[in-house]
């Protein structure tokens, strides 16, 4: 299954560095330059994960990951934020937003697919969870109004 991934930052280079970095994976990578427009790829294409700066011009990736999260739509969509700063209180707000992981700039190839394999695998089974929920609140809906019949 050839899964999405998202990249919103600012700087092209960051684009080239993850297209360098996962080119040997099976990922169909979208790129944006800010909020904005990623905004707009993910109502056209959901994506099955983020990659998301934090320092961004205009409204920055905490801001976004939040309004993400906030959403019904798109609150399930795993967020991993890039960012060069290694500072503590960044880090921890960017997960207690809802963020599923945390990369620093430069990252090291291994260590940045490891977590977005990582992440993915997460992602799916949740998705499969979810789904088997729902089956079997209809299972448990269509036994109780045979029984109710």
Request: charged fraction near 30%; glycine fraction near 4%; proline fraction near 5%.
């Amino acid at each position: 299954m050839l899964h999405t991934i998202l990249v919103i930052d600012d700087a092209a280079s960051v684009h080239a560095l993850v297209r360098a970095r996962l080119s040997d994976e099976p990922y169909d990578l979208r790129f944006a330059f800010g909020a904005e427009a990623g905004e707009t790829m993910i109502r056209e294409r959901a994506p099955d994960l983020i990659l998301l700066d934090i320092d961004m011009p205009g409204e920055n990736g905490l801001e976004f990951c939040q309004r993400l999260k906030a959403n019904p739509a798109t609150a399930r969509i795993p967020v991993i934020f890039l960012t060069a700063a290694d500072a503590t209180e960044q880090k921890v707000a960017a997960l207690d937003l809802g963020a599923v992981d945390y990369v620093t700039k430069p990252f090291e190839p291994a260590e940045l697919k490891a977590r977005v394999r990582a992440s993915l695998r997460t992602k799916r089974l949740i998705d499969t969870l979810s789904r088997r929920r729902v089956s079997d609140f209809l299972r448990d809906a269509v036994a109780e109004a045979r029984a109710a019949a």
